[in-house]
DNA sequence: TATTGTTATACTCTATAACTATA
DNA sequence: TATAGTTATAGAGTATAACAATA
């Protein structure tokens, strides 16, 4: 109880330094996934992003509106989409990752490497419990 | 980056435990300030669960016509509404407690006594950080 | 005027279901 | 029929702004 609520406190902290910086959560996930890896499918994309297509759909029209990514037809098959980056989609890449930075900074203040390490492992063994 | 990917996914699992109990969080956060003192002003409520008026209006507003508070007006000030727990309301709070609970031994699972409180004494130091 | 609370409206994120187009 | 993606719709949670009632 006492976790789940420092949880929330931290993820809405990192959502607000997204937000701040001109993007959101989605929309980093989006830009890291396509950074890893381009071209990829809106499938493949939704999976890694942890959403259903048709929400993968919303984020990615406000994105291509805001010139960020592209969309083709995959000829070999054409129902599938190509989703790729932009010169300003990897410019709001930096941006979002120098935000993130930031605030990771911020968040570690006080904490050493080794109780960062602790740490890091201890909230991925909860993830896992919680089965993330 | 790699805490606030845990931090959701650990946050969204009390979430869903508490909707799958037939709850939500606010609904929580609210029958918890209520069972610790009673009767409180909407104000008040409101900022101990963390939300504009107006929003807790809202959660009071289903929450009331779920027959779990009741809010009547102060007789010596008539501005303020008194939100009190009707009986629905106390055992909504038991059952969401035992489901919170039970969500709890699932997420420290593998965890000793001496590593849990290590992490909650971290996870309070990374909430001060991001100003929770 | 200041405070308490409600109403109206809107925004983000998410989801399901029905649909189109391709295979 | 099965797959990729879109559209339509909805619901939860949150917020701001305008408002009414009371002090």
Redesign the interface.
Known sequence: ???????????R??DDALVAAGGS?PMWLILVALQMRQPRSQVDLAAEVGVRDATLTHHLNAMESRGLVTRERDPANRRTHQVQLTDAGRAMFFQLVTA?QAH?R??????GDV?LA???E??????A????
């Open positions: 109880m006492v976790v789940a609520g420092a949880a929330k406190a931290v993820s902290a990192f959560r993130a990771d911020r968040l570690r203040a006080g904490f109780e602790a740490l890091r201890a909230l991925g063994r909860l993830q419990n919680v089965g993330g």
